[in-house]
């Protein structure tokens, strides 16, 4: 793949990245045991700082993808990661800059949960 292919192809999962984290639309989101735990206004709160996140750096999306974050929400971390999984959820997706052959899956949690 050529450089210009490269960043399209990165470009576009970064794109599906944003449109799923912001929207909550286009995927699966996995909750941990900490999260089910916060009171509801609190995970309300969290959900939002999420869907408004854009403190991307090379520190936490070193292949441009959009796909982890950190969050400081009253004195406490938490992240989110979205990973690729086939259509089946039984493996990696073959193409995750395709949405017709991945699912797209948040996980979120508290940081002492990782």
Known sequence: MNTDSKQSYVAEIR???DQFRTTFVGGAILITPG???LA??????LMSAIRNFTAFSADNDPYGEHDFGAIELTGETFFFKIDYYDLTMEGGSPDPADPK???RVMTIMRADEY
């Open 35 to 37: 999260l089910e735990m």
């Open 101 to 103: 052959c991945t699912r």
């Open 15 to 17: 794109r599906l990245n």
């Open 40 to 45: 509801l206004g609190r995970r309300s709160a």
